[in-house]
Protein backbone atom coordinates (compact mmCIF):
# COMPACT_ATOMS: atom_id res chain seq x y z
CA UNK A 1 0.00 0.00 0.00
CA UNK A 2 1.25 3.46 -0.85
CA UNK A 3 2.40 5.94 2.32
CA UNK A 4 -0.27 9.25 2.61
CA UNK A 5 0.01 12.10 3.75
CA UNK A 6 -0.26 16.00 4.06
CA UNK A 7 0.09 17.97 1.44
CA UNK A 8 0.13 22.04 1.04
CA UNK A 9 0.04 22.27 -2.87
CA UNK A 10 0.38 26.59 -3.82
CA UNK A 11 -0.35 28.17 -7.15
CA UNK A 12 -1.29 31.36 -7.84
CA UNK A 13 -3.98 29.26 -10.92
CA UNK A 14 -7.14 28.42 -9.45
CA UNK A 15 -6.84 25.28 -11.41
CA UNK A 16 -3.64 23.69 -11.13
CA UNK A 17 -4.85 23.98 -7.61
CA UNK A 18 -8.00 21.89 -7.96
CA UNK A 19 -6.80 19.41 -10.29
CA UNK A 20 -3.19 18.68 -7.97
CA UNK A 21 -5.35 19.12 -5.35
CA UNK A 22 -8.32 16.54 -6.48
CA UNK A 23 -5.94 14.26 -7.71
CA UNK A 24 -3.73 14.18 -4.89
CA UNK A 25 -6.96 13.55 -2.36
CA UNK A 26 -8.39 10.87 -4.68
CA UNK A 27 -4.69 9.03 -3.52
CA UNK A 28 -5.69 9.21 0.16
CA UNK A 29 -3.70 12.37 0.73
CA UNK A 30 -5.25 15.29 2.99
CA UNK A 31 -4.39 18.40 0.90
CA UNK A 32 -4.74 22.06 1.48
CA UNK A 33 -4.11 24.97 -1.03
CA UNK A 34 -2.62 28.22 -1.35
CA UNK A 35 -2.62 30.85 -3.67
CA UNK A 36 0.75 33.34 -2.53
CA UNK A 37 3.90 33.43 0.02
CA UNK A 38 2.24 34.96 2.81
CA UNK A 39 -0.80 32.30 2.64
CA UNK A 40 2.06 29.29 2.15
CA UNK A 41 3.59 30.68 5.75
CA UNK A 42 0.53 30.47 7.60
CA UNK A 43 -0.57 27.26 6.37
CA UNK A 44 3.14 25.71 6.91
CA UNK A 45 2.35 26.88 10.84
CA UNK A 46 -1.17 25.34 11.16
CA UNK A 47 -1.62 22.80 8.29
CA UNK A 48 2.37 21.34 9.14
CA UNK A 49 2.56 19.43 5.89
CA UNK A 50 4.92 16.32 4.80
CA UNK A 51 4.97 17.88 1.65
CA UNK A 52 5.04 21.27 0.24
CA UNK A 53 4.10 21.50 -3.32
CA UNK A 54 5.50 24.96 -4.98
CA UNK A 55 5.22 27.07 -7.84
CA UNK A 56 7.73 29.77 -8.56
CA UNK A 57 5.90 32.69 -9.88
CA UNK A 58 3.67 33.95 -7.03
CA UNK A 59 2.09 37.27 -6.27
CA UNK A 60 3.76 38.11 -3.94
CA UNK A 61 7.85 37.18 -5.11
CA UNK A 62 9.86 34.38 -5.96
CA UNK A 63 8.20 30.98 -4.75
CA UNK A 64 11.84 29.59 -3.85
CA UNK A 65 12.91 32.61 -1.89
CA UNK A 66 12.07 31.35 1.83
CA UNK A 67 12.44 27.73 0.92
CA UNK A 68 15.81 27.32 2.60
CA UNK A 69 14.30 29.25 5.51
CA UNK A 70 11.38 26.61 5.61
CA UNK A 71 13.67 23.98 5.78
CA UNK A 72 15.64 25.23 8.52
CA UNK A 73 12.62 25.16 10.28
CA UNK A 74 11.00 21.94 9.13
CA UNK A 75 13.59 19.74 8.58
CA UNK A 76 10.92 16.92 7.53
CA UNK A 77 9.58 18.47 5.14
CA UNK A 78 9.88 17.63 1.47
CA UNK A 79 9.92 20.64 -1.32
CA UNK A 80 8.61 20.03 -4.67
CA UNK A 81 9.42 22.92 -6.97
CA UNK A 82 7.01 23.28 -9.87
CA UNK A 83 7.62 25.55 -12.71
CA UNK A 84 6.88 27.20 -16.21
CA UNK A 85 10.32 29.05 -16.37
CA UNK A 86 12.01 25.43 -17.23
CA UNK A 87 15.90 27.05 -17.51
CA UNK A 88 18.97 25.38 -16.23
CA UNK A 89 18.94 28.05 -14.09
CA UNK A 90 15.40 27.14 -12.11
CA UNK A 91 16.49 23.58 -11.58
CA UNK A 92 19.75 24.18 -10.03
CA UNK A 93 17.78 26.81 -7.20
CA UNK A 94 15.73 24.72 -7.10
CA UNK A 95 18.00 21.96 -5.79
CA UNK A 96 20.42 24.51 -4.14
CA UNK A 97 17.23 25.77 -1.52
CA UNK A 98 16.74 22.00 -0.86
CA UNK A 99 13.81 20.98 -2.62
CA UNK A 100 13.39 17.25 -3.31
CA UNK A 101 11.90 17.25 -6.47
CA UNK A 102 11.74 19.74 -9.40
CA UNK A 103 9.18 19.57 -12.33
CA UNK A 104 8.86 21.67 -15.05
CA UNK A 105 5.14 22.97 -16.12
CA UNK A 106 3.75 21.41 -17.72
CA UNK A 107 3.99 18.29 -15.77
CA UNK A 108 2.36 14.82 -16.02
CA UNK A 109 -0.25 14.28 -12.85
CA UNK A 110 1.15 10.49 -12.37
CA UNK A 111 4.81 12.23 -12.16
CA UNK A 112 3.99 14.45 -9.58
CA UNK A 113 1.85 11.78 -7.77
CA UNK A 114 5.42 9.59 -7.93
CA UNK A 115 7.46 12.67 -6.82
CA UNK A 116 5.28 13.03 -3.68
CA UNK A 117 5.39 9.24 -2.82
CA UNK A 118 8.86 9.07 -3.21
CA UNK A 119 9.09 11.61 -1.29
CA UNK A 120 6.68 10.45 1.60
CA UNK A 121 7.92 7.11 1.22
CA UNK A 122 12.19 7.71 1.55
CA UNK A 123 11.63 10.79 3.53
CA UNK A 124 13.75 13.50 2.84
CA UNK A 125 17.03 13.24 1.10
CA UNK A 126 18.20 17.29 0.50
CA UNK A 127 20.13 17.49 -2.55
CA UNK A 128 21.92 20.60 -1.32
CA UNK A 129 24.11 19.76 1.43
CA UNK A 130 27.90 21.50 0.18
CA UNK A 131 26.55 23.42 -2.85
CA UNK A 132 27.26 26.52 -0.52
CA UNK A 133 27.70 29.95 -1.82
CA UNK A 134 26.54 31.88 -4.30
CA UNK A 135 26.28 29.92 -8.16
CA UNK A 136 27.37 32.64 -11.23
CA UNK A 137 23.40 31.49 -12.65
CA UNK A 138 23.92 34.56 -14.61
CA UNK A 139 24.22 33.64 -18.51
CA UNK A 140 24.24 30.00 -18.25
CA UNK A 141 25.06 28.87 -21.40
CA UNK A 142 22.59 25.95 -22.34
CA UNK A 143 19.51 26.79 -23.86
CA UNK A 144 16.64 24.09 -24.40
CA UNK A 145 13.24 23.25 -23.06
CA UNK A 146 12.14 20.28 -24.15
CA UNK A 147 11.21 17.64 -21.53
CA UNK A 148 14.32 15.52 -22.54
CA UNK A 149 16.71 18.99 -21.96
CA UNK A 150 14.76 19.47 -18.52
CA UNK A 151 16.19 15.77 -17.67
CA UNK A 152 19.42 17.13 -18.28
CA UNK A 153 18.91 20.18 -16.31
CA UNK A 154 18.18 17.92 -13.26
CA UNK A 155 21.34 15.63 -13.39
CA UNK A 156 23.30 18.40 -13.94
CA UNK A 157 21.67 19.85 -11.19
CA UNK A 158 22.28 16.91 -8.69
CA UNK A 159 25.96 16.29 -9.20
CA UNK A 160 26.94 19.92 -8.69
CA UNK A 161 28.09 19.34 -5.15
CA UNK A 162 29.57 16.12 -5.66
CA UNK A 163 32.43 14.85 -7.50
CA UNK A 164 30.99 11.50 -9.26
CA UNK A 165 32.15 10.65 -12.74
CA UNK A 166 30.09 11.66 -15.44
CA UNK A 167 29.69 9.90 -18.66
CA UNK A 168 28.18 12.34 -21.32
CA UNK A 169 26.45 10.07 -24.40
CA UNK A 170 25.32 11.80 -27.37
CA UNK A 171 25.77 12.29 -31.13
CA UNK A 172 28.33 14.90 -31.76
CA UNK A 173 27.59 18.87 -32.06
CA UNK A 174 24.65 18.10 -29.32
CA UNK A 175 26.51 19.54 -26.64
CA UNK A 176 28.42 17.18 -24.78
CA UNK A 177 31.22 19.47 -24.03
CA UNK A 178 29.38 22.37 -22.77
CA UNK A 179 26.89 20.14 -20.90
CA UNK A 180 31.01 19.02 -18.90
CA UNK A 181 31.59 23.25 -18.64
CA UNK A 182 28.21 24.08 -17.41
CA UNK A 183 28.70 21.50 -14.80
CA UNK A 184 32.22 22.78 -14.16
CA UNK A 185 31.22 26.37 -13.96
CA UNK A 186 28.19 25.66 -11.84
CA UNK A 187 29.70 22.99 -9.21
CA UNK A 188 32.47 23.60 -6.62
CA UNK A 189 35.68 23.55 -8.66
CA UNK A 190 34.86 26.42 -10.29
CA UNK A 191 37.74 27.91 -9.26
CA UNK A 192 39.98 25.69 -10.19
CA UNK A 193 41.12 24.63 -14.19
CA UNK A 194 38.87 23.24 -16.56
CA UNK A 195 41.61 21.01 -19.11
CA UNK A 196 40.05 19.26 -22.16
CA UNK A 197 41.86 16.28 -24.00
CA UNK A 198 39.65 14.64 -27.08
CA UNK A 199 41.57 11.78 -27.82
CA UNK A 200 40.33 11.48 -31.25
CA UNK A 201 42.31 14.09 -32.26
CA UNK A 202 45.99 13.38 -31.17
CA UNK A 203 47.89 10.61 -32.93
CA UNK A 204 47.75 7.37 -30.44
CA UNK A 205 51.13 7.47 -29.07
CA UNK A 206 51.21 10.96 -27.79
CA UNK A 207 48.08 10.16 -25.85
CA UNK A 208 49.98 9.12 -23.23
CA UNK A 209 52.25 11.65 -22.55
CA UNK A 210 50.06 14.28 -23.20
CA UNK A 211 47.49 12.96 -20.15
CA UNK A 212 50.05 12.36 -17.78
CA UNK A 213 53.10 13.93 -19.30
CA UNK A 214 56.46 13.15 -19.67
CA UNK A 215 60.47 13.28 -18.11
CA UNK A 216 62.98 15.28 -19.76
CA UNK A 217 64.91 12.37 -22.19
CA UNK A 218 61.71 9.97 -22.36
CA UNK A 219 61.56 9.93 -26.20
CA UNK A 220 62.68 11.55 -28.68
CA UNK A 221 62.06 15.69 -28.74
CA UNK A 222 60.87 15.23 -25.19
CA UNK A 223 63.76 18.07 -23.67
CA UNK A 224 62.03 18.86 -20.70
CA UNK A 225 59.58 17.96 -18.00
CA UNK A 226 56.23 18.03 -19.45
CA UNK A 227 53.17 17.99 -16.56
CA UNK A 228 49.74 16.28 -18.37
CA UNK A 229 46.40 17.03 -18.29
CA UNK A 230 45.85 15.34 -15.16
CA UNK A 231 48.15 17.83 -13.63
CA UNK A 232 47.45 20.88 -15.30
CA UNK A 233 43.23 20.06 -13.74
CA UNK A 234 44.81 19.50 -10.70
CA UNK A 235 41.95 20.48 -8.12
CA UNK A 236 39.60 21.01 -11.22
CA UNK A 237 37.78 19.29 -13.83
CA UNK A 238 39.26 16.74 -16.49
CA UNK A 239 37.35 16.73 -19.85
CA UNK A 240 38.11 13.11 -21.51
CA UNK A 241 36.27 13.97 -25.08
CA UNK A 242 35.82 10.68 -27.35
CA UNK A 243 36.67 8.38 -24.62
CA UNK A 244 35.65 5.39 -27.33
CA UNK A 245 38.74 6.20 -29.22
CA UNK A 246 41.29 5.68 -26.51
CA UNK A 247 43.49 3.62 -27.24
CA UNK A 248 43.98 -0.16 -25.05
CA UNK A 249 47.14 0.42 -23.49
CA UNK A 250 45.95 4.30 -22.12
CA UNK A 251 42.50 2.86 -21.19
CA UNK A 252 44.63 0.54 -18.83
CA UNK A 253 47.10 3.27 -17.46
CA UNK A 254 43.82 6.06 -16.91
CA UNK A 255 41.90 2.91 -15.29
CA UNK A 256 45.16 2.60 -12.51
CA UNK A 257 44.91 6.55 -12.24
CA UNK A 258 41.77 6.46 -11.48
CA UNK A 259 41.56 3.73 -8.96
CA UNK A 260 45.22 4.91 -7.31
CA UNK A 261 44.19 8.60 -7.43
CA UNK A 262 48.15 8.80 -8.66
CA UNK A 263 49.70 9.95 -12.03
CA UNK A 264 53.44 8.88 -12.74
CA UNK A 265 54.25 10.55 -15.96
CA UNK A 266 55.76 8.99 -19.23
CA UNK A 267 59.65 7.50 -18.05
CA UNK A 268 59.06 9.17 -14.60
CA UNK A 269 59.19 6.75 -11.30
CA UNK A 270 57.62 8.97 -9.29
CA UNK A 271 54.16 9.27 -8.68
CA UNK A 272 52.37 12.48 -8.43
CA UNK A 273 49.20 13.14 -6.21
CA UNK A 274 46.15 14.30 -8.33
CA UNK A 275 42.66 15.56 -7.52
CA UNK A 276 40.79 15.76 -10.57
CA UNK A 277 36.88 15.32 -11.04
CA UNK A 278 36.60 13.66 -14.19
CA UNK A 279 34.24 14.03 -16.80
CA UNK A 280 34.42 11.72 -19.90
CA UNK A 281 31.88 12.12 -23.16
CA UNK A 282 31.28 10.12 -25.84
CA UNK A 283 29.22 9.69 -29.06
CA UNK A 284 30.08 5.46 -29.89
CA UNK A 285 28.59 2.56 -28.46
CA UNK A 286 30.61 1.87 -25.76
CA UNK A 287 28.81 -1.02 -24.41
CA UNK A 288 29.13 -2.81 -28.32
CA UNK A 289 33.18 -1.50 -28.36
CA UNK A 290 33.84 -3.73 -24.89
CA UNK A 291 32.05 -6.52 -26.72
CA UNK A 292 34.43 -5.99 -29.51
CA UNK A 293 37.41 -5.94 -26.51
CA UNK A 294 38.02 -2.31 -28.03
CA UNK A 295 36.96 -0.74 -24.41
CA UNK A 296 38.10 -2.31 -20.93
CA UNK A 297 34.60 -2.85 -19.13
CA UNK A 298 35.96 -2.17 -15.69
CA UNK A 299 36.95 1.27 -16.88
CA UNK A 300 33.15 1.94 -18.57
CA UNK A 301 32.10 1.25 -15.06
CA UNK A 302 34.28 3.85 -13.60
CA UNK A 303 33.56 5.83 -15.88
CA UNK A 304 29.52 5.88 -16.35
CA UNK A 305 28.73 6.41 -12.39
CA UNK A 306 26.22 9.13 -13.17
CA UNK A 307 25.54 8.96 -17.11
CA UNK A 308 23.94 11.93 -19.11
CA UNK A 309 22.01 11.56 -22.59
CA UNK A 310 21.83 14.50 -24.46
CA UNK A 311 19.39 13.78 -27.42
CA UNK A 312 19.77 14.34 -31.10
CA UNK A 313 18.88 17.82 -32.50
CA UNK A 314 15.82 15.82 -34.60
CA UNK A 315 14.74 14.41 -31.29
CA UNK A 316 14.09 17.65 -29.21
CA UNK A 317 12.34 19.84 -32.35
CA UNK A 318 10.91 21.70 -30.13
CA UNK A 319 14.05 23.34 -29.09
CA UNK A 320 15.05 24.58 -32.71
CA UNK A 321 13.62 27.84 -33.20
CA UNK A 322 14.83 28.57 -29.45
CA UNK A 323 18.45 27.90 -30.40
CA UNK A 324 18.30 29.40 -33.83
CA UNK A 325 17.04 32.54 -32.04
CA UNK A 326 19.56 32.47 -29.41
CA UNK A 327 22.27 32.22 -31.89
CA UNK A 328 21.12 35.13 -33.99
CA UNK A 329 21.06 36.69 -31.15
CA UNK A 330 24.41 36.07 -30.22
CA UNK A 331 25.44 36.94 -33.52
CA UNK A 332 23.92 40.67 -33.06
CA UNK A 333 25.67 40.91 -29.67
CA UNK A 334 28.63 40.29 -31.76
CA UNK A 335 28.35 42.59 -34.22
CA UNK A 336 26.82 41.12 -36.66
CA UNK A 337 23.38 42.64 -38.64
CA UNK A 338 20.60 41.76 -36.37
CA UNK A 339 18.73 38.96 -38.33
CA UNK A 340 14.90 37.36 -37.68
CA UNK A 341 13.24 34.38 -38.83
CA UNK A 342 10.19 34.42 -40.88
CA UNK A 343 7.17 31.85 -39.61
CA UNK A 344 7.94 29.79 -42.70
CA UNK A 345 11.91 29.77 -42.56
CA UNK A 346 11.26 28.52 -38.89
CA UNK A 347 9.23 26.06 -39.80
CA UNK A 348 11.31 24.50 -42.46
CA UNK A 349 14.09 24.79 -39.71
CA UNK A 350 12.23 22.52 -37.76
CA UNK A 351 11.55 19.90 -40.36
CA UNK A 352 14.75 19.78 -41.02
CA UNK A 353 17.05 16.59 -39.78
CA UNK A 354 19.86 18.00 -38.37
CA UNK A 355 22.59 14.84 -38.49
CA UNK A 356 25.27 18.06 -37.12
CA UNK A 357 22.96 18.56 -34.14
CA UNK A 358 23.36 22.22 -32.44
CA UNK A 359 26.90 22.90 -34.17
CA UNK A 360 25.28 22.46 -37.24
CA UNK A 361 22.39 25.18 -36.30
CA UNK A 362 24.18 27.48 -34.66
CA UNK A 363 26.85 27.31 -38.11
CA UNK A 364 24.21 27.99 -40.08
CA UNK A 365 22.72 30.53 -37.89
CA UNK A 366 26.05 32.68 -38.37
CA UNK A 367 26.29 32.24 -41.89
CA UNK A 368 22.78 33.51 -42.53
CA UNK A 369 23.39 36.92 -40.36
CA UNK A 370 26.56 37.51 -42.75
CA UNK A 371 24.81 36.64 -45.86
CA UNK A 372 21.27 36.79 -45.80
CA UNK A 373 20.80 40.51 -47.22
CA UNK A 374 17.22 40.49 -45.63
CA UNK A 375 16.15 41.43 -42.21
CA UNK A 376 14.21 38.48 -42.02
CA UNK A 377 15.22 35.72 -43.12
CA UNK A 378 12.99 33.40 -45.74
CA UNK A 379 12.58 30.26 -46.06
CA UNK A 380 14.22 29.98 -49.63
CA UNK A 381 17.46 31.37 -48.46
CA UNK A 382 17.70 29.24 -45.96
CA UNK A 383 16.03 26.28 -48.00
CA UNK A 384 19.44 27.20 -50.35
CA UNK A 385 21.46 26.98 -47.42
CA UNK A 386 20.66 23.79 -46.33
CA UNK A 387 21.90 20.47 -48.17
CA UNK A 388 18.87 19.46 -51.10
CA UNK A 389 18.26 15.94 -50.14
CA UNK A 390 18.00 16.67 -46.33
CA UNK A 391 14.66 18.55 -46.71
CA UNK A 392 11.64 16.22 -46.68
CA UNK A 393 10.83 16.04 -50.05
CA UNK A 394 6.91 16.84 -48.80
CA UNK A 395 7.98 19.85 -47.36
CA UNK A 396 5.83 22.82 -47.95
CA UNK A 397 4.93 26.12 -45.86
CA UNK A 398 2.16 25.40 -43.48
CA UNK A 399 -0.17 28.01 -44.57
CA UNK A 400 0.62 27.02 -48.21
CA UNK A 401 -1.00 23.46 -46.93
CA UNK A 402 -3.70 24.88 -44.58
CA UNK A 403 -4.82 27.24 -47.96
CA UNK A 404 -4.85 23.96 -50.13
CA UNK A 405 -6.52 21.49 -47.88
CA UNK A 406 -9.48 24.58 -47.12
CA UNK A 407 -9.46 24.88 -51.20
CA UNK A 408 -10.22 20.60 -51.33
CA UNK A 409 -12.64 21.05 -48.95
CA UNK A 410 -14.24 23.54 -49.84
CA UNK A 411 -14.92 22.38 -53.67
CA UNK A 412 -16.04 19.08 -51.70
CA UNK A 413 -18.37 20.40 -50.02
CA UNK A 414 -19.93 22.33 -52.68
CA UNK A 415 -19.84 19.06 -54.95
CA UNK A 416 -22.03 17.38 -52.43
CA UNK A 417 -23.90 20.51 -52.04
CA UNK A 418 -24.93 21.03 -55.66
CA UNK A 419 -28.32 22.15 -55.74
CA UNK A 420 -28.82 22.76 -52.13
CA UNK A 421 -29.71 26.73 -51.77
CA UNK A 422 -29.26 27.09 -47.71
CA UNK A 423 -25.73 25.33 -46.57
CA UNK A 424 -23.87 26.50 -43.20
CA UNK A 425 -20.66 26.06 -44.86
CA UNK A 426 -19.19 28.80 -43.23
CA UNK A 427 -20.17 27.55 -39.58
CA UNK A 428 -18.99 23.95 -40.96
CA UNK A 429 -15.57 25.16 -41.70
CA UNK A 430 -15.46 27.07 -38.03
CA UNK A 431 -16.48 23.72 -36.60
CA UNK A 432 -13.63 21.93 -38.35
CA UNK A 433 -10.51 24.32 -37.80
CA UNK A 434 -11.76 26.21 -34.58
CA UNK A 435 -11.17 23.09 -31.93
CA UNK A 436 -8.09 22.13 -33.30
CA UNK A 437 -6.59 26.10 -33.29
CA UNK A 438 -8.42 26.14 -29.39
CA UNK A 439 -7.02 22.81 -28.35
CA UNK A 440 -3.59 23.58 -29.68
CA UNK A 441 -3.78 27.45 -28.13
CA UNK A 442 -5.16 26.26 -24.57
CA UNK A 443 -2.06 23.47 -24.22
CA UNK A 444 0.77 26.43 -25.35
CA UNK A 445 -0.32 28.45 -22.33
CA UNK A 446 -0.85 24.87 -20.03
CA UNK A 447 -4.65 25.52 -20.29
CA UNK A 448 -4.53 29.07 -19.32
CA UNK A 449 -7.47 30.30 -20.23
CA UNK A 450 -7.01 33.78 -20.21
CA UNK A 451 -3.64 33.45 -22.18
CA UNK A 452 -4.78 31.59 -24.71
CA UNK A 453 -7.67 34.18 -25.24
CA UNK A 454 -4.94 36.64 -25.39
CA UNK A 455 -3.20 34.91 -28.13
CA UNK A 456 -6.41 33.87 -29.74
CA UNK A 457 -7.36 37.48 -30.10
CA UNK A 458 -10.89 37.26 -28.71
CA UNK A 459 -12.50 37.35 -25.37
CA UNK A 460 -12.13 35.26 -22.27
CA UNK A 461 -15.99 34.42 -22.20
CA UNK A 462 -16.27 34.02 -26.11
CA UNK A 463 -13.61 31.69 -25.84
CA UNK A 464 -15.28 29.77 -22.51
CA UNK A 465 -18.26 29.62 -24.37
CA UNK A 466 -17.23 28.32 -27.84
CA UNK A 467 -15.75 25.43 -25.74
CA UNK A 468 -18.52 24.19 -24.14
CA UNK A 469 -20.32 24.62 -27.29
CA UNK A 470 -17.61 22.40 -29.06
CA UNK A 471 -17.98 20.02 -26.25
CA UNK A 472 -14.06 20.62 -25.05
CA UNK A 473 -13.69 21.18 -21.13
CA UNK A 474 -10.96 22.72 -20.52
CA UNK A 475 -9.49 20.90 -17.66
CA UNK A 476 -8.59 17.82 -19.17
CA UNK A 477 -6.72 19.76 -22.27
CA UNK A 478 -3.51 19.96 -20.45
CA UNK A 479 -2.94 20.70 -16.43
CA UNK A 480 -2.84 25.01 -16.13
CA UNK A 481 -0.07 26.86 -14.99
N1 LIG B 1 21.90 23.42 -25.56
C1 LIG B 1 22.76 24.27 -26.15
N2 LIG B 1 22.59 25.60 -25.99
C2 LIG B 1 23.45 26.47 -26.59
N3 LIG B 1 24.49 26.11 -27.36
C3 LIG B 1 24.70 24.81 -27.54
C4 LIG B 1 23.86 23.83 -26.96
N4 LIG B 1 24.30 22.61 -27.30
C5 LIG B 1 25.39 22.80 -28.07
N5 LIG B 1 25.64 24.13 -28.23
C6 LIG B 1 26.74 24.70 -29.03
O1 LIG B 1 26.93 23.85 -30.14
C7 LIG B 1 28.33 23.64 -30.38
C8 LIG B 1 28.63 22.17 -30.27
O2 LIG B 1 28.54 21.76 -28.92
P1 LIG B 1 29.64 20.83 -28.22
O3 LIG B 1 30.99 21.09 -28.75
O4 LIG B 1 29.43 20.90 -26.75
O5 LIG B 1 29.11 19.42 -28.79
P2 LIG B 1 29.73 17.97 -28.58
O6 LIG B 1 28.58 17.07 -28.36
O7 LIG B 1 30.79 18.02 -27.53
O8 LIG B 1 30.34 17.71 -30.01
P3 LIG B 1 31.53 16.67 -30.42
O9 LIG B 1 31.04 15.30 -30.05
O10 LIG B 1 31.59 16.85 -31.91
O11 LIG B 1 32.75 17.09 -29.69
C9 LIG B 1 29.07 24.47 -29.36
O12 LIG B 1 29.46 25.69 -29.94
C10 LIG B 1 28.06 24.70 -28.27
O13 LIG B 1 28.31 25.92 -27.62
Known amino acids: MSVTGSILVVDDDPAICVVVGEALRRQGHKVKTASSIRERGALIDSFAPDVLITDVMLPDGDGLDGVADILERKPGLSVIVLSAQNTLNTAIRATEKGAFEYLPKPFDL ?9 ALGTGKVNES ?13 LVGRSPAMQEVYRTIARVLSNDLSILVLGESGTGKELVAEAIHVLGQRRTKPFVAINMAAIPRELIEAELFGYEKGAFTGASVRTAGKFEQAQGGTLFLDEIGDMPMEAQTRLLRVLQSGEVTTVGGSKPVRVNVRIIAATNKDLPRLIEENKFRQDLYYRLNVVPISLPALRERREDVILLARHFLDRAAQEGLPRKSLSDDAAQLLMAYHWPGNVRELQNLMQRLAVLSRENVIAADVLRNSLPLDMVPADYAAPA ?5 AVREWAKRQLGIGLGQPNRNLHDDLLAVIEPILFQETLASVDGNQIRAAGLLGINRNTLRKKLTDYGL ?6 IAD
Open 110 to 118: NELARAVGD
Open 473 to 478: DPLQLR
Open 400 to 404: DQLGQ
Open 129 to 141: DGAEGALPHDGLP
